[in-house]
């Protein structure tokens, strides 16, 4: 069974910083991963996709990383903005017993202090 | 492109009656829809999967006669709580993929989800 954990849970760093969210899963047979903040009480906001075959993915800001073989991603936000508060979800996408499968990580509760 | 959207985005019953959620894809022919349920501070944990014109298959723990899932057509899927009770409040998220540029799409699109409180 895959198993997606998410460290920290919860993270505070004032405005300006840098700061790498991490993200590990037990199956590192995936063909996707993916990067969702979601706002309180809200959807889910998807923010970068990293397909199997690629080791980053890049926008604005914010750079994934993804490492298969030691089933592990991160999420690196460069000079955080208190508009960047939110939770973090990482999802991987894999075959189980031949039903395609997203499991969500726990999450990182990010909050920019100004 | 890719919209999924979720009617109502909120709901309010009272115990025992029965509530349907739509989700629906705007501008794609969603070919599998998800539905995913979270409980307040936890992470999105899936109900069910269903393919557009077939029974859905549901994730171990969830009873399918208590959430009737419906996709009868590409672009809409209906998640329905009968009978529901307390336990059953939570924040109910589709997703679809489906057909992109020709070739099928693994990546999932959600809706804005659905915030449903039984009294």
């Known amino acids: 069974k895959q198993e997606v954990t998410q460290i920290p849970a919860a993270l505070s760093v004032p405005e300006g910083e840098n700061l790498v969210l991490n993200c590990s899963f037990t199956?590192?047979?995936?063909?996707?991963l993916q990067w969702f903040r979601q706002d309180p009480g809200k959807g889910l906001t998807s923010l970068l996709l990293?397909?199997?075959?690629?080791r980053e993915q890049t926008s604005g800001r914010l750079n994934a990383s993804l490492d298969k073989s030691s089933g592990r991603s991160t999420l690196y936000i460069a000079a955080s903005q208190p508009g960047d508060s939110a939770t973090y979800l990482c999802?991987?996408?894999?075959?189980?017993?031949?039903?395609?499968?997203?499991?969500f990580g726990t999450g990182t509760r990010l909050t920019i202090i100004p | 492109g890719a919209v999924v959207s979720q009617h109502p985005s909120w709901v309010i019953c009272k115990s025992g009656t029965s509530v349907k959620i739509e989700c629906r894809s705007l501008?794609?022919?969603?070919?599998?829809m998800f539905w995913y349920r979270q409980f307040p501070k936890q992470s999105l944990m899936l109900m069910a999967t269903?393919?557009?014109?077939?029974?859905?298959?549901?994730e171990q723990g969830v009873e399918k006669d208590k959430f009737l899932i419906n996709h009868a057509s590409l672009t809409l899927s209906t998640l329905t709580v009968t009978s529901a009770h307390p336990e059953d409040s939570s924040f109910y998220i589709c997703?679809?993929?489906?057909?992109?540029?020709?070739?099928?799409?693994?990546?999932?699109?959600f809706g804005p989800g659905t915030r449903l409180t039984v009294t």
């Open positions: 997703s679809a993929r489906g057909l992109a540029g020709g070739f099928q799409s693994y990546e999932q699109y």
């Open positions: 199956d590192s047979a995936i063909y996707n």
């Open positions: 990293i397909q199997s075959s690629q």
């Open positions: 999802a991987v996408y894999y075959i189980n017993f031949g039903n395609e499968k997203l499991t």
């Open positions: 501008d794609f022919q969603a070919t599998t």
């Open positions: 269903s393919n557009e014109g077939s029974k859905a298959t549901y």
